[in-house]
Each structure stands twice: as structure tokens, then as C-alpha cells.
């Protein structure tokens, strides 16, 4: 008898169900099923995953959802299972219900809590057509002051001739109780009965898994979860036969599921989703508006346009029309010109800048046709898809004014973000599953930390060889159902977050094709899909992306044009500037956007860029890519003339000409498979996305063996065919867009020119927007004066929130003066309202300051023991010794600074403290900021070290390649990236500057507790220089103890802050 | 009035060692939690050499010393040092204060010239006493106490502080011995103030605007003025040792070695102040963070090891612990050593007994897992139940809300305990015949599957299909298979 499984729950029902949508369809096809339908509560945030696997399997994907209702809970009984929370079932019929399902969520999200929904009977009185209502749970446990009868003639109003009573057998006596209840209830009111299963995981294994889930769920443990427990394993998806088998008394049931299916005609692929119009002038068409501002602006960016750009611009103009989106890029440049109006920087990146006319509506800052980048690598005829436009903006409070000015635009119910759905990861798999199984919490905690931090893995990083080293017995059976359990919650979904940037719009309702959920951030809405939903659905998506760097550049122009008088135009700076290029060349490029690593200064003296081009080389060859595919060393080599330039055939030298014979870029593969095979932009794009991450090997062998029948025809074959082929397989997995790289070469230009130019503005813009970067500000505080920058200290009568810039007297070298955004545990309003006060009139005296400004104790004694009071005259001792008096005394609270006091003679006591010490001094800065201004906390060991034969950083330079040397420092960098095969990277400051050490595999499993944990490290080892490129190849690494007090680590992998324990 | 002070250094590792003397030559120390991130709070001398120190994580440590035993901060043990070492004080006057971590006061008013020729004598036995009780304590004696316990810590066994040395002497201190508040200590760093010299030398009033009462009462203590008198500590009520395993002890003669050195710990204690031990507590530890507690008289007061060993011994077997044993913490009862005086007309016998004293009887006879007040479980287990604490006063039962399904119509089952082995003869796989002891008979009609199965993170998991079976002898029966046994039984008949 064909049965229809009509209620199956993924594990996008967060914590209620243990499947992902793709195992249900999978196994929904393996067991006969040609549909089935999914049901998670109170969203459709699986739907998408679920109709795209559901289309690949052959099986209709129907849509289904639990909506809890806002009603009061039925009271629990003494010493029995606790009752389920009122809640609704429906499917949907088409797309009125699909929309009215959409509307209904989204508004019972509205006024609810994160993570909860408050749906009441009124929300869905109007909302109902179009959806089929399956009840159970409601008639068997009411909510008080309802009964069964009351709730049915309800329904039925509600759901007319849509209204289901479900059965379900899952081998518990108490649940055939309740069918017999329910189905005198259906005669009663002769309504029909219809079987589901309620499917919670896919095979009865899963039920380990939805215990665990449960018991996350409940925040208690497996040992006192009791009924809050399944009973048995019976809710896994049973075969089309075991269902019928099972109510072959209620032939009826069975045989409704089939018809409710046949009802139900809606799917995803029913979505109606469509892109809004673009307001256009009277009778003109999008078309023509289009065309008119690609030329306007083409001939402000070109001045003179060639037949080339011309010819582009057509090109590009002519696909456009044909896939008819030319409303998608007049909204993509309203959006652009708004930040233009507004004086927010903006870029395009990632592959619109393969594109002159994006270049045209300024867009994007990079010129396609200069550069010969590849427009299909953007936007082709042939894939049918939309593009895909991110646009940069300065990360924090402009890019927020530019969305809320897109939600403004197309309304609240018109724009959202998408979703960014967090999964389990070991981490956190380890932590929740142990604390449900009841292990012991500081085993688990171990555990977790034991496990790996790096982007490197090895095998020594796998939960089961570390379970040992945690203390936990791997053959011990609660032990191996936590390693189990922990394997199978990887990946599954825990909740949902918001993306970064990533926002959706629609013509019209947007809560009518997906339902939309109150974010956290006040004023943001989200969409219960995350971007490849949206992409897999046909929803276009723009990212606002933040960037911090292009915050950084807009803040230090208007800093560079008030204190030194120049005029900053980022669009038009020096092309090839001398100073620039050297401090590149030598990587001085601590705070430079793109190539500030570790890798990417490791690269730079060997790369010595010498032009725009190279620094696009330079910012593509760090990455993945070229770093799996071998063409790192290759191209350096070729660089440095130590290896002839050679091609894998003569018809690729144009296009590889300008990388050497090496090909770094997407672009590059995708013209080499035109050269070579005759492809077809489009094909060539298919081709790279065959080979890119989601890689299917069907697709792959169809599209290489169309590769190799065209190299054949151009009569490419034998080993030069098979080179091709393995240089793009192997290639397109981690290729860089060529105008990617150039979009972000470009910011990384203009950082490096202010930095070599401007370095005050530079790192007192970078001060001020950090966190951000590799480095802390401790390290940008040192870069910078190692750069000639004066940097003052914090000081009250001086600094305001964030950095500034001074000078003492006109003409006097420009100063940093660091802003109390740095002072720990100081409130940003406690700082404003000082501010405000000294604007007003200046403070005559420490004191005066306290009785004018609420500063709390602690702010004020943290203030004075960083020297911040010094303009007074205090030292910070003294400085100390009277706030604390002051403080303390009940005179100088808020409401007694009032007329008695205002006339009233400061007084100032004698400090009887003795001075700070410098390195006291050093020490309080540290405690205090977390950075100094004066001397390096290595300076003050320095004699210590010297003694121990340790060099200064910056005397490697002048030592021979092989010596063993000493360094240490401050570890501001530990790295170990995926692609160094196991290596281990760290980064010690002294006062001289920085020194690089590797760690190899062997010896980093050595030191690894020594590698997480010391803050500062003494490494020994042979010196490494090869192409100026320097690192101690450190055989010994030692915890570099202070004498006191000692200093702990606070904060993750690079960024560090410094504090001490005592 | 001379006060002396008992105080041990490093009293966490003083107390592991004390309890496992066999660690005191090994290169050790002290964490304050397990894990390689856990602080030293104490160090061997052996370990120092190696360059541990505390305050250092223990990844650090075993990087300096892989061979390093690291072993986390004890409760129990602590506990069990610090009753130690009051008692070996209240052996010599009975004047004791106990002030933790360590360190005990006892007044030596009277007991020079009398007992002991000479305050030195006297010290010179008190450290021999301490050490007789495993603890290798130093001894300081000055006018007050703060000065006794600093003189204590300060020097290297025993210090006695004449009272015109006693303001030189704490000059030169640092301010940690005071051990202040973590707000002012800060605030006293901040000041740069690192001796009680220094802060002895700051005015009165600047300190008390500052730094507020703790500041003053740290000021004067810096210049030698102690303003709490010796607190004398209330008679003990009970001894008690204790100690935490370093793995789960599953058999009983490795923990019967345990149980060995705590009753010799404890029996010494006893001893020392004349008396003997009347009964025992022994409270365990296991692991999965189960607890037990087993209450064992004592019939005739005594301190013999041996038979208390023994008693502990016979009740463990017959009480064996439900899983691993982590800790232990042993109490002794005490009892005068002089038995008291029988009235001459009546025979001794029980005193009036009240409802707690006949609980406490029952309990004993029954054990404690068979008596108290029957309550659900919340679980899917058939039949779980537990027992709670005794509750003569039935407490008024909610009943449960009337739900639609509840008021269904229920056959009432009379359950067989313990449920009975049966043959279950199936015909594809539903039951046909019945055979078993008083039950047997062809399946007329039945009801079912019914599925039950949980835990299965347990070692007693548990997997069982029930039937309701109409058998022909006229009976209903409820039968169930036990998975992965596929055993079958009678849980009871329908009513």
C-alpha cells in the first residue's frame, strides 16, 4: 500500500531531531519513497537543502512545518512524562499556503524571543488558506480552559475540509490509548485520520543522537534526563510496507497520507521569488538607464574610450540585456552612489571586477579591460545564474548606515540578511556531548583545549588519541558512546547566526518566500536561509561586506589633510612610488592590508615587488592555491632568474606571460581551457566550477573529457595534454580571481603608501579601529615609533576616546597622542563626559577633575597608574596616592559637587610613596593598556639576555646564514597553517623589532603546551636567510620567565594582551 | 602571655605526604585542580631543585621536570592535616585555636615551670609530637599571635621572639604575609609598598582614608599590634580522615590498604587525647559522582587497628561500593576511655527511643538501600523506582490533571516480583503459546508490541518488546522479551 511519509524532522529543528535534510532524502530514496515531506518547528531553514537533495534523488519535496502555539502549557501530572508544547502541524498546498505559512511564522517571530515564536489563534485567522492542518498533540494534552471539542470546531473553521486527525504508532501502549481517543474524536466529528511517523533521525542508530540532542536541549544530563528521553528507537523513517503494516487496521490512514501528498502540489522550486525594480525615469527602460550611466561614468573613469573599452562595454552591455539583469545592476550602483553621497568608501571585490561596465558605474576601482581580465569569469550566457556583486565598505557604523539604508529602500519586510546556520565543531561537540554523558567536566575541559587550534591537523589532533592524554579510558562504554556521539553532532546544526554581510531583497514581500526572524542587533532582520540557500533557490544575494582596513583609510585622510596639509586621493595616488615599493620590498609591513603575515612578509623580499601588478601577484600567491599546486617556489624562482620561463604549449604564452609560465590566477584557467579546447566563456566557468569545491565526479569527468576532445582537435595531446589537464585539475580547487587579488591590492597599495608617507595618520587610524589586522596594538604602538612617529602617552587633559594626532607647536614633528579606548576597565562614556568637561572649561587640578567628572575608583586609580594624571604634576605614584584619597571620601560623590565645593581651594597631600621604577613603569603600562610607550618590556631584560647570548632581532640581518643564534621576545604571532604541513610559526618582538622561528612537526609536538601557553619564548637555532628572507630554524624553544611579576596570556592564537599576575 | 604557633609549610604537600609518606622523597608538588593549565601551589624541595616553583602552570613544570608527580589539592586531606595538627596542640594545653591552613595557636600560660622545664622543652615536644603525627610543623612563640605565626613562617623550625625584637623583626617582612584582600594588595602594589616596614611608615590617617578599615587593621598589624585574642576551638564532636584517590580503587584489598593508614592516622589522634573510638562512619566517594555512606557501631570502644579493619573489611564485603571508590573520608566516634558507672538496681539497656532512634536501628538492620519512603523514578525504566528518605508524615498527593485520554477505561496489572522465566513459543514472530511455572496455555488473542528501550549509555541497558497475551487458561498476561538475551518472562496478570 503506498504510503507518504508527511512529517519528517531534520536536524534543522535545532536540537529536536538528529538527521541533516540530505541523509532523509537519501534514505528516503533508498527505502522506495517518491515523496516526502519535511516538518521542522517553526521554520523552513531546512527546506532549501532538503529540495535540492530531494531533486537530485528523485523524490518531491514537500513542505511541511510544526508551528508552536503561544498558549498556556497543559498543567504536568505528578510522576509522569511532562506533556508536548501546544503546537500545530501543517503542510502546504501551494503557493498561497507557502506564503501564508512564510507570513505567519514571520510574524510570531516578530515579538518573541530569540529562538522561541509566538504564534497565537488570532495571527493565524486570516492565514490559513492553503495550508493542510494535521492535529494531535492539542486534542490529547489542551492547554487549560480548552477542551478537545472546543479545540476541533476551531480548526475546522480555521482549516475547512483541510483538517487531518494524525496517528502514530511507535510501539507504545500509551500512544494506542491515545488512538482510539482520537479516532472516537474523528468520528464524532467525521473527520478523516492520516498515519505519520514523526520522523527523528533516519535510522533507528540516531536515537543515541536525539537523547543527546534532547538533553543539550534541556540543559541536563543522559542520567537525569528520565522522560524527558524517547522511549524507544521506533522514529526513525520506516519503509513504505513497515508503515502500512503497521496501521493495516486503519486502511484510511495510510491511504490519506498519498492523498494529502497529491494535494499538496507546492515546492521550492514554486518559489515566486523575483528582484525588485529599479525606479526608472518616465519611459525610459532599465536597459537604457543602464547604458547611460556605464558611458557617463566610463567616460569620467577613461576619459577617452577606446574601440577596446567600447567594444567591452558593448559586450558586457549585450549579455546583459539578453539575461535581462539590468535592474539588478542599477540597484547594485544606487546602492554605490548612495555611499558615494554619503562620503563612505566602497569597493567592489571578488569577480564583478572582471567587469568594465561595474568599473564604469564605479563599482569597482580595478579596469578590467587595462588588466585583461575575463568577463566571464563574472557573468556568462551561457551558466543562466545571477551575479554575484560584494561590495567592501568600512567595517562598524558606516557600513551599518548602508544597510540600514537598504532596509529603508525596499522596507522592512522587503530586505534581510541571510542566515550564517552554526554547526557543531569538534570543540564544541566535545564539550556539550561530554557534559550530557556526565564525564568529568575537567577532563572534558582538557579535552577540548587538547584539541587542535591550529588550521594544521594532524592525526595526534583526532579526538580519539587525545582521549588518553585527557584522562578518559577510550575503551570505557560511556567513553566510546561519547566518541560516537561526538563524530555524529559534527556538522549538524546548533543555531542560527546572522551573516556578515550578506543581504537579500525582493520585490514586494519578502516574508511571503522565506520567513524572516528579529536578529540580536537591534534593527536587523535575518532569513531563515543561509547564502547558498538563497543561491541554490535563485535569490540574489549582495554582500556588504566590512572591511576594516578601508575604515582604517577613510579616517586617515581627513587626519593626514587637517595635520600635514596633503590631500589624499585614494583613486588617483602615485602610480609607482619609490618609498612605497621599498618599504614593500623589505616587508616593513606591519598594519598593510594583505600583506602583513608572516607568510606574506616571508615572500615579499624574495618577490621584491616593483609595480601595481606584482603586488596583485604578491596578494594571489600567499593563498592556498598556488601554495597546494606548487607554483610558489616555481614563480620565485623564474622571478629571480634561477629557472628558464617555459610553457606547457606554445599558445598559452600569452596567457601566462605575464605570471611567468605559472598560473596563479582562475582567470588564467579559464582562458587556457579557451585556448587550448576552444571552450566557451561559459563552458570555461562550468569547467572551474566542475573542479571547484562542491566537485562532483560526474561532472568532472564529462566536462575533462569535452577538455581533452577539444585539445585533441587542436591536436594537443600526449604529455602536454596531460599537463594542461593536471594543472587545471589541480588548480581550480583553490584558484584566486585575478580581479580579486586586484581589488585587494589595490587597499593593500594605499596602506602600504600611507604608511610609508603618512605614519602617524596610518597607525593612529589603525589604533583606532582595532580589533583588526594580525597585530596588536602593542606591536602597531612599537612599528610605529620604530618609524620616527612620536607616540604620547594617555593623558587626561590631552587624549580623547580614540587616537589622535598633535603637535606641540606648529612646526614640531607631528605627534600619536593614544586615545582611553586602551585604558582597561575605563567606560567609553565615563571618558566622553571627561572630555566634555575639559572642552568646557580645563581641569584646574586632579582634583577638580574627580569632583567633575563620575569617575569610578578603580577608572580613576587606573588613570593614575598609567601616568594619564602627569599634566597635573603628579607622578604616578603621587598620582595614585590622591586619587585614592579622593575617591574615597564620601564628599566627592556626584550629588555633593556642588556649590560648596566649587570655590572651594584644591588641596593636595604630600604623596609619601616612592616613584615608579622604568620597568615598574613598563609593567603598570602593560596592566594597565596592554601596551607601552616607552622602552620594550624586552629592553629591561636585555642585560639578562645578553648574558645568555641572545641577539637582538634587528642584528640578524647581520649574522651568517647557519649561525646558531638566540632570540627572544613577546610571541605576537603562532601560526600553523593548513598548508605548511605541520610546520609551526612564531613571531617574537624584542625592542629591535621582530624574529621569525619555525618549529618543526617533530618539535612542535615537542613544545606544544610551551607554544599555546608562554608569552614570552627564548627559541635557539641555525639562522636561515635565503633571499633575505629570515627565521631561526629553532631546535630548543625555553619559557622566558620574568623575574616578577609574571605575565599571563589573555585571548587567542596571535592576538594577545599582556597582563600580570601579581 | 607567650602564644605559640604551629605552623607546616606547604601545608597541601605537607598533607599528601602525611598520607602517602612514601612520596616524600619523590620530586613532587601540589596543583591546585588537575589538568596541565592547573597552578603549583606547593613544591617539594627535591622539585624546587629542578626549577619548579609554584605559581607555575603544571605544563610548564613537567617541561622543566617530565618526571615531576603532580598531584591535585585535596579537601580531604587538608581537612584531615588540619584536625591533626589541633589535636596534637590540645595533647599539650587546652587552650587551642585553630586557624586553618596549617597553622594552630595553643596558649602556654601555665605550662612552663610546671609541666615543661623550659619553653624551649616545650617546643622542642611539640615539634616531636607534630612530627609523631606526620606533620613536619615549625613553631614560632611572640606576645601576640600575628607575630607567633610570622615568626613561624618566617624562620626554619622553631622561633622564639623576645619582646623587643619583635617590631625589627616584622619590618623586614613582605606584605603578602599578611595575606590582605586582592583589592588592597593591589592597591598597595600599585603604591609600590612591598614590606610591612614600608607600610608601617605611612601615616595613619592616609592609609584609613584609602584604604578603609582593612587597611588600618593591616597598618597596625604591621607595626606588631594584634588586636584578636586566642579563640579556643570547641571540643571535637567527631575525628575524621579522608583522602582522594588518584584513580577509581575497584577491589577491596588495595582500598583495605587505604582504609589501614586512615585508621592508624585516626587512632593516633584518638590516643593522643585519651580516647577511644565507639563507632565508624566511612563516606565514599565514587566515580560518576556517586556517593555512599556506611554507618558501622563499634560494639566495646577500643583503638586497636586491626579489629576496626577488620569490621570495615566485613561490612564492605557484605556492602560492596556500587562503582569505583575516589574518595574516602573515614569519622570516628569518640567515647571516654573511663567506661561510665551502671546503675547498681537496673540492667543496662537501651535508652527511651524515639522515632529516629528506632529508625536509625531499622536502618542499620535493613541497610539503607531497604528502607525509607518508596518514589518514582523519572524514567522510561519499567518499574524505577527509588527510595527516599524516611517521611512518616504522609505528605497529601497531588493527583494528576484529568486529561481526555485518561479517562479511557484501564485494566489494573498485579505484578509478579520477581517477574517469571517463561517459555514464548512464536509463530512469525507474535506469541503463540505460553509455557512457565503457574502460567501456560495457546495465545487466544493479544495486544502489542510494545517497545521499551533506554539507557543504552549504561552498562545495564535495557531492551524489551511486551505483550498483553490472552491465554487460553483464561488468563490476561502481560509477557515481555529481554533483548539481547531474548529471554522471556511473566511480568504479572491483569486483574
Not at chain 1, 169 to 175: L, S
Not at chain 1, 214 to 241: F, S, V
Not at chain 1, 1008 to 1026: C, F, N, S
Request: charged content about 20%; overall charge neutral.
Amino acid at each position: 500500500m503506498p504510503y507518504v511519509e508527511l512529517r519528517a524532522h531534520s536536524a534543522f529543528d535545532f536540537l529536536r531531531a538528529a538527521s541533516l535534510p540530505e541523509d532523509l532524502v537519501e534514505r528516503a530514496a533508498a527505502l522506495g519513497y517518491r515523496t516526502l515531506a519535511l516538518a521542522d518547528r517553526d521554520g523552513v531553514y531546512g527546506a532549501p537543502r532538503f529540495h535540492m537533495a530531494a531533486r537530485t534523488a528523485g523524490v518531491r519535496a514537500l513542505v511541511g512545518c510544526e508551528l508552536s502555539l503561544h498558549l498556556p502549557s497543559p498543567p504536568v501530572a505528578p510522576a509522569t512524562a511532562p506533556p508536548p508544547l501546544p503546537s500545530l502541524y501543517v503542510l502546504v498546498q501551494n503557493r498561497t499556503g507557502y506564503r501564508n505559512l512564510c507570513r505567519t511564522i514571520t510574524a510570531a517571530k516578530r515579538t518573541a524571543p530569540k529562538g522561541e515564536s509566538h504564534l497565537g489563534w488570532e495571527q493565524l485567522e486570516s492565514n490559513t488558506e492553503g495550508l493542510i492542518c494535521l492535529v494531535r498533540d492539542l486534542l490529547l494534552f489542551p492547554p487549560p480552559a480548552e477542551s478537545p471539542t472546543s479545540l476541533l470546531e476551531r480548526l475546522q473553521r480555521l482549516f475547512p475540509g483541510r483538517l487531518y486527525l494524525e496517528l502514530q504508532r511507535h510501539f507504545d501502549e500509551q500512544e494506542e490509548r491515545a488512538n482510539r481517543y482520537l479516532l472516537a474524536l474523528a468520528s464524532a466529528f467525521g473527520l478523516p485520520v492520516v498515519a505519520t511517523n514523526e520522523v527523528r533521525h533516519t535510522t533507528p542508530r540516531g536515537r543515541a543522537l536525539l537523547d543527546v540532542l534532547t538533553c543539550i536541549r534541556h540543559h541536563t544530563t543522559l542520567d537525569d534526563a528520565g522522560w524527558l528521553l524517547a522511549r524507544n528507537a521506533e522514529r526513525h523513517l520506516k519503509a513504505p510496507g513497515e508503515m502500512a503494516a503497521l496501521f493495516r487496521d486503519l486502511p484510511a490512514a495510510i491511504h490519506n497520507t498519498e492523498r494529502i501528498a497529491e494535494q499538496c502540489e507546492f515546492t521550492l522550486a514554486d518559489l515566486g521569488y523575483r528582484f525588485p525594480d529599479y525606479p526608472l525615469p518616465p519611459g525610459e527602460s532599465a536597459m537604457a538607464h543602464l547604458r547611460e550611466l556605464v558611458y557617463r561614468g566610463a567616460r569620467e573613469r577613461y576619459r577617452t574610450l577606446t574601440p577596446a573599452v567600447r567594444r567591452q562595454l558593448e559586450h558586457e552591455l549585450q549579455v546583459i540585456g539578453k539575461l535581462d539583469l539590468a535592474g539588478y545592476f542599477l540597484i547594485v550602483w544606487d546602492i554605490v552612489r548612495f555611499c558615494r553621497e554619503q562620503g563612505i568608501l566602497a569597493q567592489g571585490r571578488g569577480s564583478a571586477a572582471n567587469s568594465a561596465v561595474c568599473y564604469a558605474l564605479g563599482i569597482t576601482a580595478v579596469d578590467p579591460v587595462g588588466m585583461e581580465l575575463l568577463f566571464e569569469r563574472f557573468l556568462s550566457e551561457e551558466r543562466g545564474e545571477w551575479p554575484d556583486i560584494d561590495i567592501d565598505l568600512p567595517s562598524g557604523e558606516q557600513r551599518e548606515r548602508v544597510i540600514q539604508y537598504v532596509y529603508q529602500h525596499y522596507g522592512p519586510h522587503g530586505a534581510a540578511m541571510t542566515a550564517n546556520v552554526i554547526t557543531y565543531r569538534l570543540r564544541s561537540a566535545v564539550r556539550e556531548v561530554g557534559k550530557v554523558l556526565g564525564l568529568v567536566p575537567e577532563q572534558v575541559d582538557r579535552l577540548a583545549r587538547l584539541l587542535h587550534r591550529f588550521e594544521f591537523r594532524d592525526p595526534r589532533d583526532d579526538l580519539l588519541p587525545q582521549l588518553p592524554a585527557a584522562g578518559l579510558d577510550p575503551t570505557a562504554p560511556r567513553v566510546r558512546w561519547f566518541a560516537q556521539c561526538v563524530r555524529a553532532i559534527l556538522h549538524l546544526p546548533r543555531h542560527l547566526g546572522q551573516h556578515s554581510g550578506g543581504m537579500i531583497i525582493a520585490a514586494g514581500r519578502l516574508d511571503e518566500i522565506v520567513p524572516l526572524e528579529p536578529a540580536r542587533m537591534p534593527g536587523r532582520v535575518v532569513v531563515q536561509w543561509d547564502k547558498d540557500d538563497c543561491a541554490d533557490l535563485g535569490i540574489i544575494k549582495v554582500d556588504l561586506l566590512g572591511l576594516g582596513m578601508m575604515a582604517v583609510l577613510e579616517d586617515a585622510i581627513p587626519l593626514i589633510r587637517q595635520h600635514e596639509g596633503v590631500e589624499i586621493d585614494l583613486a588617483h595616488l602615485p602610480a609607482n612610488d619609490a618609498k612605497t615599493y621599498e618599504q614593500l620590498q623589505r616587508a616593513d609591513t606591519i598594519g598593510v592590508f594583505q600583506v602583513e603575515s608572516r607568510a606574506q612578509m616571508a615572500t615579499l623580499p624574495r618577490l621584491r615587488p616593483r609595480c601595481f601588478y606584482d603586488l596583485v601577484v604578491e596578494v594571489a600567491l600567499i593563498r592556498p592555491g598556488p601554495i597546494v599546486g606548487q607554483m610558489v617556489h616555481p614563480y620565485l624562482r623564474r622571478r629571480a632568474g634561477r629557472e628558464p620561463i617555459t610553457y606547457p604549449h606554445p599558445s598559452l604564452e600569452p596567457i601566462l606571460r605575464r605570471t611567468l609560465g605559472v598560473p596563479l590566477f582562475q582567470e588564467q584557467l579559464l582562458r587556457i581551457a579557451m585556448t587550448v579546447a576552444g571552450f566557451s566563456g561559459g563552458e570555461a566557468e562550468e569547467l572551474r566550477r566542475a573542479m571547484g569545491f562542491k566537485r562532483s565526479l560526474e561532472r568532472m569527468r564529462a566536462i575533462e573529457a569535452r577538455l581533452r576532445q577539444g585539445m585533441a582537435e587542436r591536436g594537443i595531446t600526449g604529455d602536454t595534454a596531460e599537463q594542461i589537464v593536471r594543472s587545471i585539475t589541480s588548480f581550480a580547487l583553490y584558484g584566486f580571481p585575478e580581479s580579486h587579488a586586484a581589488s585587494f591590492a589595490l587597499l593593500a597599495y594605499a596602506s602600504a603608501y600611507l604608511k610609508a608617507h603618512h605614519p602617524a595618520a596610518f597607525a593612529c587610524a589603525l589604533l583606532n579601529h582595532w580589533p583588526m589586522g594580525f597585530y596588536h596594538p602593542a606591536t602597531i604602538v612599537k612599528d610605529a615609533q620604530r618609524h620616527g612617529v612620536r607616540v604620547l602617552p594617555m593623558d587626561v587633559t590631552r587624549s580623547r576616546w580614540e587616537c589622535t594626532l598633535e603637535r606641540a607647536a606648529p612646526g614640531q614633528p607631528l605627534c600619536l597622542r593614544l586615545g582611553l579606548r586602551f585604558v582597561a576597565g575605563l567606560r567609553s562614556a565615563a571618558a566622553e563626559q571627561l572630555v566634555r568637561e575639559r572642552e568646557q572649561s580645563p581641569f584646574r587640578s586632579l582634583e577638580d577633575l574627580v569632583r567633575r567628572c563620575a569617575l569610578r575608583s578603580e577608572e580613576l586609580e587606573r588613570l593614575a597608574e598609567i601616568g594619564a594624571f602627569a599634566s597635573f604634576g603628579h607622578t604616578r605614584r603621587a598620582a595614585l596616592w590622591q586619587v585614592t584619597g579622593i575617591a574615597r571620601g564620601p564628599l566627592f560623590s556626584k550629588s555633593a559637587s556642588s556649590a560648596e565645593h566649587t570655590h572651594r581651594q584644591d588641596r593636595t597631600e604630600a604623596s609619601p610613596l616612592a616613584d615608579m621604577s622604568a620597568w615598574e613603569r613598563t609593567l603598570a603600562d602593560y596592566r594597565g593598556t596592554g601596551l607601552t610607550v616607552g622602552p620594550h618590556l624586552l629592553a629591561h631584560l636585555r642585560s639578562y639576555l645578553d648574558q645568555r647570548g641572545v641577539v637582538r632581532a634587528q642584528q640578524l640581518a647581520t649574522l651568517a646564514n647557519g649561525q646558531w643564534v638566540r632570540v627572544a621576545g613577546l610571541v605576537i604571532v603562532r601560526q600553523r597553517p593548513g598548508t605548511a604541513k605541520g610546520f609551526c610559526f612564531l613571531t617574537l618582538e624584542d625592542e629591535t623589532g621582530i624574529a621569525n622561528a619555525v618549529l618543526s612537526p617533530t618539535l612542535f609536538d615537542r613544545y606544544r603546551t610551551l607554544v599555546h601557553t608562554a608569552p614570552l619564548l627564548l627559541a635557539e637555532g641555525p639562522l636561515q636567510k635565503v633571499d633575505g628572507v629570515i627565521h631561526v630554524r629553532a631546535q630548543r624553544l625555553t619559557a622566558l620567565a620574568l623575574p616578577r611579576p609574571r605575565l599571563t596570556q589573555r585571548g587567542r592564537g596571535y592576538r594577545m594582551r599582556l597582563t600580570p599576575e601579581e | 602571655m607567650p602564644v605559640a604557633c604551629l605552623y607546616v609549610p606547604d601545608f597541601p604537600l605537607a598533607a599528601w605526604i602525611r598520607a602517602q609518606p612514601e612520596l616524600g622523597e619523590a620530586r613532587l608538588a601540589i596543583a591546585r585542580t588537575s589538568g596541565a593549565q592547573a597552578e603549583l601551589v606547593a613544591v617539594s624541595a627535591a622539585a624546587r631543585q629542578r626549577g619548579v616553583l609554584p605559581g607555575m602552570r603544571a605544563a610548564q613544570a613537567w617541561s622543566l621536570d617530565p618526571s615531576l608527580l603532580i598531584r591535585p589539592l585535596s579537601p580531604a586531606l587538608l581537612a584531615s592535616a588540619q584536625a591533626a595538627l589541633a589535636d596534637c596542640a590540645a595533647s599539650f594545653s587546652p587552650c587551642v585555636e585553630d586557624a586553618g591552613d596549617g597553622v594552630v595557636y595553643l596558649d602556654l600560660q601555665g605550662l612552663i615551670g610546671t609541666l615543661f622545664p623550659s619553653l624551649r622543652a616545650l617546643v622542642t615536644a611539640l615539634t616531636q609530637r607534630a612530627a609523631r603525627f606526620g606533620l613536619p610543623a615549625r613553631v614560632g612563640v611572640a606576645r601576640t599571635k600575628l607575630a607567633a605565626r610570622l615568626a613561624a613562617r618566617q624562620g626554619d623550625g622553631v622561633t622564639l621572639l623576645a619582646p623587643h625584637e619583635e617590631s625589627e623583626f616584622l619590618a623586614a617582612l613582605p606584605i603578602a604575609v599578611l595575606q590582605p584582600s586582592e583589592a588592597v594588595a593591589a592597591t598597595l602594589q600599585r603604591w609600590g609598598i612591598a614590606t610591612l616596614g614600608q607600610l608601617a611608615a605611612l601615616p595613619a590617617a592616609g592609609v584609613g582614608s584609602r584604604l578603609g578599615p582593612e587597611g588600618v587593621a593591616l597598618w597596625r598589624q604591621a607595626r606588631g599590634e594584634d588586636p584578636h585574642p586566642l579563640v579556643p576551638r570547641p571540643q571535637p564532636v567527631f575525628f575524621e580522615e579522608g583522602i582522594d584517590l588518584d584513580y577509581g580503587v575497584e577491589s577491596l584489598e588495595p582500598f583495605a590498604f587505604v582504609l589501614r593508614g586512615l585508621l592508624e592516622r585516626l587512632t593516633t589522634r584518638l590516643a593522643a587525647q585519651g580516647w577511644l573510638c565507639s563507632a565508624l562512619h566511612l563516606r565514599l566517594r565514587l566515580a560518576m559522582r556517586q556517593r555512599e555512606e556506611h554507618t558501622l557501631p563499634v560494639a566495646w570502644p577500643h583503638n586497636e587497628v586491626k579489629p576496626l579493619l577488620a569490621l570495615l573489611r566485613f561490612h564492605l564485603e557484605q556492602h560492596p561500593p556500587q562503582a569505583p571508590i575516589e574518595g574516602v573520608v573515614l569519622r570516628a566516634l569518640p567515647h571516654p576511655a573511663r567506661p561510665l558507672q551502671l546503675d547498681l538496681f537496673r540492667s543496662a539497656g537501651p535508652t527511651a527511643t524515639t522515632w529516629g532512634a528506632t529508625l536509625t536501628q531499622v536502618l542499620a538492620l535493613c541497610g539503607p538501600q531497604r528502607c525509607g519512603t518508596p518514589g518514582v523514578l523519572a524514567s522510561h525504566r519499567p518499574q524505577a523506582h527509588c527510595l527516599g528518605a524516611f517521611d512518616p508524615i504522609q505528605t497529601a498527593r497531588t493527583t494528576a490533571p484529568a486529561t481526555p485520554v485518561a479517562s479511557f477505561p484501564v485494566l489494573a496489572l498485579r505484578h509478579w516480583r520477581p517477574p517469571r522465566p517463561v517459555e514464548v513459543f512464536c509463530d512469525r514472530d507474535r506469541p503463540d503459546f505460553v509455557r512457565g511455572e503457574g502460567v501456560g496455555g495457546r495465545v487466544v488473542s493479544y495486544a502489542g508490541p510494545w517497545r521499551l528501550q533506554g539507557e543504552w549509555w549504561q552498562a545495564d541497558a535495557y531492551d524489551r518488546t511486551y505483550y498483553d497475551v490472552h491465554l487460553s487458561d483464561g488468563g490476561i498476561y502481560r509477557v515481555y522479551r529481554e533483548e539481547p538475551a531474548n529471554q522471556w518472562f511473566v511480568e504479572g496478570v491483569y486483574d
